[in-house]
């Protein structure tokens, strides 16, 4: 070595090589990205054309009074409160039902959170094959005499953005009931031993021991739940592309329309700031309370 | 609720959990003929006419390689980069430090889908749409922070004095990191490996904007472009799926325990 490993230069040399393959990349392809986006929806790009010029908040302005915007800005947000219903409410029944059982525990839990693994892009195929008008959702419903409930998931203004956000929620839902496992293991067995013998049954042991434990994890979950859907783009595009009409578009459908396919790149990436910002508040939020619970 | 009907709720929505994958493994085991049977009727006679349709004439051979080699890429390529970049951050002694940081944790907050239109204008920029580099580099600029600092959460475990005993006997920092710090983070390595290799797997969107050229494909864009053309091909469509899914339903099998901690340390993307 011709550099003392002591020296000053050595040490700067060390942390320039350790930091310089990650912080590039992050900074190119992950920091860079972000800030222009601030700075296209500015402007009225086209994406391709080497002109564009600052319009101020003529896209903000037009974000503002665009019925569409709304319209999937108000989706995104029904279709999240649906998922989190089903991956907070039904995921802590789930993980408090496992944490209570004794025999194959394992299985029932893999079962459960294998679809989690399974591509949005396949999870897309499945289902749409799922809720054909002649699909096996409806051949079941069918079968046990709800034949009047069948209905064409995917072409039905009405039910579309259900039946896709319990696509989703099947796909995700294995995550929450993960995390509220995890939460569960942490609660003092001692509680539900004296609330036994409180003469507390099952149910009111859930309602007044386990349900106070796992606030904090619940609001972790609810959080998350909520990013999660917010950015959720995948599932959508590979089943409806936000139709029939605009009813199951949200807000990532809506800005790859606009910006990457009629290449109004001023207009899409205001819709993407308002993506990024809604995401970002929510992620604090999140942060804050996982700090908390850390301390 | 007594135990045994616990378990037997329990059990029915295992069944409900995984019956869209076992329905859509019998249908890419029948024979069209037999189609006309009820979806959850197994198939009778076993065919693989639609695996080899799908994988020689559909291209999924090529899909199934292109994403192998990105996700692998981008796996390898984390483990090295997130760990050099938390070493530096947990044993090295810099300015600025906490300004790098806050900017790892904005990485966090960043949605992919947010920042797309950019992203895509910057890897053209490059010359990278349809080359596999540029996916690579976009999913490993979107994901790194996470993985910094889930190293940085065991390095932070390294005892001082282990540390500073490989310093005075002479080591270098490359050295240090190499055969002191990196075994002793191993489980950090197989959850970022399986997370990012996962997450690499099933990405649909940056591909969809960055491979254009059918031959670059990867499975989720082929299997989205298959479902376009071939709507009703249902047998087609369900062997595709399954291709997809089984090295990931695979991985996670042998790798539960860590897979279910990877996620839940790693939930925030």
Redesign the interface.
Do not use: H
């Given at each position: 070595m011709f550099l003392d490993p002591e020296s000053r230069w050595a040490q700067r040399l060390n942390l320039f090589l350790f930091l310089l393959p990650a912080l590039t990349i992050y900074i190119v392809f992950a920091i860079y990205p972000t800030i222009s986006v601030v700075e296209y929806s500015f402007t009225d790009w086209d994406g391709i054309s080497p002109e564009r010029s600052f319009v101020g908040l003529a896209n903000y302005e037009r974000l503002f009074t665009d019925k569409i915007f709304w319209a999937a800005f108000r989706n995104t947000f029904v279709w999240s409160a649906v998922i989190i219903v089903i991956n907070v409410g039904l995921g802590l029944v789930i993980a408090a039902m496992l944490a209570r059982v004794w025999k194959a525990r394992l299985l029932m839990q893999t079962c459960i959170v294998l679809p989690v693994v399974i591509s949005p892009m396949a999870v897309a195929t499945i289902w749409r094959w799922m809720y054909q008008p002649t699909g096996v959702i409806n051949q079941v419903l069918e079968g046990v005499g709800l034949g009047g409930l069948a209905t064409p998931w995917l072409g039905s203004p009405d039910a579309v953005l259900y039946a896709l956000a319990v696509a989703h929620s099947w796909s995700t839902i294995g995550l929450s009931v993960v995390i509220f496992l995890a939460g569960l293991q942490a609660v003092d067995e001692n509680l539900y031993e004296a609330a036994h013998v409180d003469g507390a049954n099952a149910f009111q042991a859930f309602r007044h021991v386990t349900l106070p434990a796992l606030r904090p994890v619940t609001a972790v979950v609810f959080i998350l739940t909520l990013t999660q859907s917010f950015k959720v783009f995948d599932i959508v595009w590979a089943t409806t592309q936000g139709g029939p009409v605009r009813f199951s578009e949200i807000l990532s459908t809506y800005m790859y329309k606009r910006g990457a396919l009629e290449n109004q790149y001023g207009y899409g990436s205001a819709i993407g700031v308002a993506l990024l910002v809604i995401v970002s508040l929510a992620t604090v939020i999140y942060m804050q309370i996982q700090s908390k619970e850390d301390r | 609720?007594g135990?045994w009907l616990?378990?037997f709720?329990?059990?029915v929505?295992?069944?409900l959990?995984?019956s869209?994958?076992i329905?859509?493994v019998f249908?890419s085991f029948k024979p069209t003929t037999e189609l006309v049977n009820?979806?959850?009727a197994p198939p009778v006679s076993l065919t693989f006419e639609h695996y080899v349709r799908v994988w020689t004439e559909a291209g999924f051979s090529r899909y199934f390689f292109n994403t192998l080699v990105i996700s692998t890429v981008d796996a390898v390529v984390m483990i090295?980069?997130?760990s050099?970049?938390a070493?530096?951050m947990v044993f090295?002694e810099?300015r600025g430090k906490l300004v790098?940081r806050v900017?790892?944790?904005?990485?966090?907050?960043?949605?992919?889908?947010?920042?797309?239109?950019?992203?895509?204008?910057?890897?053209r920029g490059f010359g990278l749409v349809n080359a596999h580099l540029g996916v690579i580099?976009?999913d490993?600029?979107?994901a790194?922070?996470i993985f910094?600092f889930m190293f940085s959460s065991y390095f932070v475990g390294v005892p001082k004095e282990l540390h500073d005993a490989a310093r005075i006997d002479?080591a270098?920092?490359?050295q240090i990191?190499r055969r002191v710090v990196m075994p002793i983070a191993t489980p950090a390595v197989v959850t970022t490996a399986l997370l990012e290799f996962?997450w690499s797997?099933?990405?649909?969107?940056l591909r969809?904007?960055l491979l254009t050229r059918d031959e670059m494909r990867t499975?989720?864009v082929g299997?989205?472009n298959f479902?376009g053309t071939m709507t009703r091909d249902?047998t087609g469509?369900?062997s595709?799926?399954v291709i997809?899914?089984i090295p990931?339903?695979a991985?996670?099998?042998f790798f539960?325990r860590h897979?279910?901690r990877g996620?839940?340390a790693g939930?925030?993307k």
């Open positions: - | 609720m135990r616990l378990l709720v329990l059990g929505i295992a069944i959990m995984v869209p994958l329905l859509t249908t009820p979806p959850w090295v980069i997130a050099l970049a070493y530096a090295m810099f790098l900017l790892f944790l904005i990485g966090l907050m960043i949605p992919v889908t947010a920042i797309v239109l950019p992203l895509f204008q910057i890897v580099f976009a490993l600029a979107l790194v922070s910094v002479g270098t920092e490359f990191y996962l797997w099933n990405d649909l969107l969809l904007l499975l989720s299997l989205l479902q249902v469509l369900s595709g799926t997809m899914a990931v339903v991985l996670f099998l539960q897979f279910v996620m839940t939930a925030v």
